[in-house]
T-cell receptor, first 112, second 114 residues
Framework: ELKVEQNPLFLSMQEGKNYTIYCNYS?????LYWYRQDPGKSLESLFV?????AVKQEGRLMASLDTKARLSTLHITAAVHDLSATYFC????????????FGTGTRLQVFP | GAVVSQHPSRVICKSGTSVKIECRSL??????MFWYRQFPKQSLMLMAT?????????EQGVEKDKFLINHASLTLSTLTVTSAHPEDSSFYIC??????????FGPGTRLTVL
């Protein structure tokens, strides 16, 4: 059974600081997604990582994928309050079903 | 492009009644649709996968007789929660995937069972 774990589960950080969220998964996959969820809302797609070594950046967020280590990171640079949300990684099972298994989520709070 | 809608966005019902939630892909044909459930402060849990014209595949622990899924066309899937109980109160999110395999998520339906 594929397990996807994120850490930390909760992150409170000051504006302007940097931090990294980690996503570990338990089986082989070379396709991983990052999503953002605001309270009471659905998911907003952030990144799709499609191969080992993939790195994508958008604004203050940068995501990377290491399929050998079964690890993805979401790095936050110079955090701002607007980044406060819950972030999920999701791993494609790659078994032909297109199923995604979601991580536990990281609730990020950025304060002044 | 790649817009997925859900209806209703919010529903409150009495215990024992049935509720139908619709998921539509508005500008693409979705060969596969997925239904997720999310309890407060938790992650998304996949309930079932539905392919157009065939029976849905349910995840372990999901009662197929309680959560009826119909995928009648390439743009519409419905989830019916039968004989709803308060413990079925949750946020239900659908997603749709076309030829690119990427899932596009709907805005979610908040179900409250009294």
């Amino acid at each position: 059974e594929l397990k996807v774990e994120q850490n930390p589960l909760f992150l409170s950080m000051q504006e302007g600081k940097n931090y990294t969220i980690y996503c570990n998964y338990s089986t082989t996959s070379d396709r991983l997604y990052w999503y953002r969820q605001d309270p009471g809302k659905s998911l907003e797609s952030l990144f799709v990582l499609l191969s080992n070594g993939a790195v994508k950046q958008e604004g203050r967020l940068m995501a990377s994928l290491d399929t050998k280590a079964r690890l993805s990171t979401l790095h936050i640079t110079a955090a701002v309050h607007d980044l406060s949300a819950t972030y999920f990684c999701a791993v494609d099972m790659r078994d032909g079903t297109d199923k995604l298994i979601f991580g536990t989520g990281t609730r990020l709070q950025v304060f002044p | 492009g790649a817009v997925v809608s859900q209806h209703p966005s919010r529903v409150i019902c009495k215990s024992g009644t049935s509720v139908k939630i619709e998921c539509r892909s508005l500008d693409f044909q979705a060969t596969t649709m997925f239904w997720y459930r999310q309890f407060p402060k938790q992650s998304l849990m996949l309930m079932a996968t539905s392919n157009e014209g065939s029976k849905a595949t349910y995840e372990q622990g999901v009662e197929k007789d309680k959560f009826l899924i119909n995928h009648a066309s390439l743009t519409l899937s419905t989830l019916t929660v039968t004989s709803a109980h308060p413990e079925d109160s949750s946020f239900y999110i659908c997603s749709a995937a076309g030829q690119s395999d990427t899932q596009y998520f709907g805005p979610g339906t908040r179900l409250t069972v009294l």
